[in-house]
């Protein structure tokens, strides 16, 4: 396991689409592990592959209930409403109030290849909707209330 560089914002890499996971192989699995330990030191909540200079469609949080690891995750449904301020490990030092989804179900593939679906509230829905904005290219800057 290592560490890896987190992207700061102002790089194209994080605003490009990422690529679906085609096969999950052993540099997915090292991607899931290098992610965990990137997250962890830099004290986050959720990272995207994105984030660490990669192009696929992989996700990291823990919102302090253990890891949750997602390939090629889908929102499936949402419900309710939250506004709460967000920030992010690629945009250093700014935060601001973000509308999401109180709820949150997303289907994705675990490290196992295993098809799963798993429902969030609250933070960890926020940081669903947060995760997956990352791999379409959009960064919580672009959805901040005025």
Not at 23 to 38: S, Y
Not at 54 to 71: A, T
Request: proline fraction near 3%; glycine fraction near 8%; charge should be negative.
């Amino acid at each position: 396991m290592a560490l890896r560089q987190i992207v700061k914002i102002g790089e194209p890499v994080l605003r490009k689409k990422s690529k679906k996971v085609e096969k999950i192989d052993d540099k997915i699995i090292q991607l899931l592990d290098d992610m965990a330990d990137t997250m962890y030191a830099a004290d986050g909540v959720g990272l995207a592959a994105p984030q660490v200079g990669i192009l696929k469609r992989v996700v990291i949080i823990d919102v302090g209930d253990g890891i949750i690891e997602l390939i090629n995750p889908e929102i499936i449904a949402t419900s309710g409403e939250q506004i709460d301020d967000e920030g992010c490990l690629s945009v250093v030092g700014e935060s601001g109030p973000v509308r999401r989804p109180y709820v949150v179900k997303v289907r994705a593939f675990n490290r196992k290849g295993q098809l799963m679906e798993i429902e969030g509230e609250e933070l960890l829905a926020r940081a669903f909707c947060h995760e997956i904005d990352h791999l379409e290219g959009i960064l919580f800057v672009d959805k901040i209330e005025k």
